[in-house]
């Protein structure tokens, strides 16, 4: 049984179909990448498995649980996160502060209990700031913790995101063009980050990436949308010969 | 030391705007509106320790107590009957209906408690105390409205900055959406946020009426305007801005009284507001608002 499974996915945003008939199926411990030509449906995917649109149509099935039409906050903790085209960081928080946040429903005490300071506030504290460390340090974050998120560099603010979404502790994890604005040397760096993730996590990821070298580097399987609709799917090496592909992203 | 004392005065008042500027300013920072039904809150929180008091017989301290605890639950039942349907709307939508809250408690109280005004009895119990042979006198509700308003600052920014439900708090106020991605539960958190203010609001009304002790149904519409514009003063959203916006409005307030006219001095106040928001528009401690070309 797949991670992931997507079934005849389809919205409507009035009369025009954004996404119709999408259907994907993810194993566990996947690399799986989503292309297609800008406004071809890829981040409306994203936003209907993430609740933050309902689908129209379709199902979607997370490790054998139906989360269609779920809300984002019952989806997160079914198991997605994601991670933003622009980042969308709290800026003004700092960087252990936004990892925090990620954690804050594996780790519980009362607002009574962090309001009279118990025992209990400063226990669960050190342990979030311990997880949160921990977290950062694969990221070569931990030196930075203490900066505002805003004041990172663009990289780390990238790096930082995944991190963030990573301490919701989902099952799957979603990456919207991570690459976006990387010189090559970054994105490079950040392949290496995502395959370290995939092995030293469990993570399956999907990804939405215009960064060929990105996609072909890393992505096991594609899948290639183009108006709202699946153009084809399967392994990397053989979608990214398909002459329709080409097709859709260089014209005829 | 006529001035000395009218300096007093004018930060015991300015205190108590504090408090009051502390919730406007927390509920404006986390669920971005006005709630300008806070100052009747003060009212109501004021009502209840009256009543507890007077009919009742309980200990002022329990009585303050129970107040902050009718009005939190009061700020979580406004929050979600009135506000809560509203998340979508625009502001303006909000807005009105904050005011429309607002005269709903003013005309409610006036139904139940009669339009005639009441002896409240202060709950403050701590002798004053004289300087320099009477010439200089500190009452106890001064030094208690003092002391309580930092303890609540501090209390406040160590709550926001180091917990948790204070963390979320911050994510909410920056981004809703992305928040609840992370699993926050926004219509959870907003409900704390108006908890806490409506709570805040319940100790205002006790060192409100124990200062000025007439009570009645419009006893909070003005000082919750005051300390709406101390909140405006400070920086909106700022919680040692409202503290120290707070101080300055009621500072102005007293001193504008005592030397320039007694008449004039809620126009002093609204005019120096004014002045500020033309040289700093965001207020003393607000955030500069970049916009993004």
New interface residues.
């Given amino acids: 049984m797949a991670l992931l499974e997507v079934k005849n996915l389809g919205i409507s945003f009035g009369g025009l179909r954004a996404v119709d008939e999408f259907s994907v199926s993810i194993e566990k411990g996947e690399l799986y990448g989503l292309i297609g030509p800008n406004g071809a449906g890829k981040t409306t995917v994203f936003n209907m498995l993430t609740g933050v649109y309902k689908p129209s149509n379709g199902v979607i099935m997370l490790d054998g649980q139906n989360i269609t039409g779920k809300s984002t906050i019952e989806i997160n903790r079914a198991g997605i996160a994601r991670t933003f085209q622009n980042i969308r960081l709290f800026k003004a928080m700092s960087v252990l502060d936004n990892v925090k946040v990620g954690l804050h429903n594996h780790y519980k005490y009362s607002t009574a209990e962090g309001v009279f300071r118990m025992p209990r506030f400063f226990f669960t504290e050190k342990e979030m700031d311990k997880k949160a460390m921990e977290l950062l340090s694969v990221f070569e974050l931990d030196s930075k913790a203490d900066f505002l998120a805003s004041n990172l560099p663009y990289g780390d603010q990238r790096k930082l995101e995944i991190a963030r979404a990573l301490a919701t502790q989902p099952k799957l994890l979603l990456l919207d063009e991570p690459a976006a604005g990387m010189n090559p040397n970054e994105t490079a760096e950040l392949m290496n980050t995502i395959r370290f993730v995939r092995d030293n996590f469990d993570m399956t990821v999907l990804l939405i990436e215009h960064d060929m070298s990105l996609v072909s580097g890393i992505c096991e399987k594609l899948s290639v949308l183009n108006f709202g609709q699946l153009l084809c799917e399967g392994n990397t090496f053989d979608v990214l010969k398909n002459p329709e592909v080409i097709t859709a992203y260089l014209g005829d | 030391m006529g001035f000395l004392n009218n300096l007093i005065n004018g930060i015991s008042l300015g205190s108590i705007y504090a408090v009051i500027a502390l919730g406007y300013t927390l509920v404006y920072g986390i669920a971005k509106m006005l709630n300008f039904a806070h100052g009747d809150i003060i009212m109501v929180g004021g009502y209840v320790i009256f009543y507890s008091m007077t009919s009742f017989q309980i200990n002022p301290y329990i009585s303050v107590l129970l107040a902050v605890i009718a009005c939190t639950v009061l700020g979580i039942v406004i929050e979600k009957i009135a506000y809560k349907p509203l998340r979508q709307a625009t502001s303006l939508s909000v807005l009105i209906t904050a005011i429309g809250v607002s005269y709903f408690l003013q005309n409610s109280a006036l139904l139940l408690f009669g339009e005639k005004p009441v002896n409240f009895t202060s709950v403050v119990n701590i002798p004053s105390i004289s300087l320099f042979d009477g010439q200089i006198v500190i009452t106890g509700e001064t030094i208690v409205a003092i002391i309580i308003s930092i303890l609540i600052v501090v209390?406040l920014s160590l709550?926001i900055k180091?917990?948790?439900?204070?963390?979320?708090m911050?994510?909410v106020s920056?981004?809703k959406?992305?928040?609840?991605?992370?699993?926050?539960?926004i219509n959870r958190t907003i409900s704390?946020t108006f908890a806490i203010g409506a709570g805040l609001a319940a100790i205002a009304g006790a060192l409100l009426c124990s200062a000025y002790p007439t009570l009645q149904n419009t006893t909070g519409a003005m000082p919750g305007i005051k300390a709406f514009v101390a909140a405006v003063f400070g920086g909106i959203g700022s919680v040692p801005g409202a503290m120290i916006g707070g101080i300055l409005i009621g500072v102005i307030e007293i001193l504008g009284r005592a030397y320039i006219s007694p008449q004039l001095s809620d126009a002093i106040v609204f005019a120096v507001l004014i002045l500020v928001l033309i040289v700093k528009p965001t207020g003393l401690l607000g955030?500069k608002i970049r916009e993004k070309v």
């Fill in positions: 209390g709550f180091k917990t948790k439900s204070g963390r979320a911050l994510a920056e981004d959406d992305a928040a609840q991605l992370m699993g926050i539960n704390l955030k």
